[in-house]
Nanobody, 122 residues
Framework: QVQLVESGGGLVQAGGSLRLSCAAS????????MGWFRQAPGKEREFVAVIRRSGLSTYYTEAVKGRFTISRDNAKNTVYLQMNSLKPEDTAVYYC???????????????WGQGTQVTVSS
């Protein structure tokens, strides 16, 4: 089992920044690819970003490229999502997830956090 706890969400004005953190406990963190997903009201959960186990490779959905940065610190069992130039359409609950391989598909992830709310005002 892997337990994931997100933090860092909040209310921010458009153009602002937030840094989300996801702390992992349980099994060896470095054995898992880590992803961030988000779910806006009335919409399905969608992929945002993923980072491989080593941290050497990342991938983003087109909507956040150039604005968001995913990173991880395997010594601290933590994955981060730095979000800059935030837009109202980024408003959602953000979830981190752990899986056996880096993927954009929700079904590839075995463990999920409880989510953290990000609200961007215009």
């Amino acid at each position: 089992q892997v337990q994931l706890v997100e933090s860092g969400g909040g209310l921010v004005q458009a153009g602002g920044s937030l840094r989300l953190s996801c702390a992992a406990s349980g099994r060896t963190f470095s054995n898992y690819a880590m992803g961030w997903f988000r779910q806006a009201p009335g919409k399905e959960r969608e992929f945002v970003a993923v980072i491989r186990r080593s941290g050497l490779s990342t991938y983003y959905t087109e909507a956040v490229k150039g604005r968001f940065t995913i990173s991880r610190d395997n010594a601290k069992n933590t994955v981060y999502l730095q979000m800059n130039s935030l837009k109202p359409e980024d408003t959602a609950v953000y979830y981190c997830a752990a899986g056996g391989k880096a993927a954009t598909y929700i079904g590839e992830y075995d463990y999920w956090g409880q989510g953290t709310q990000v609200t961007v005002s215009s």
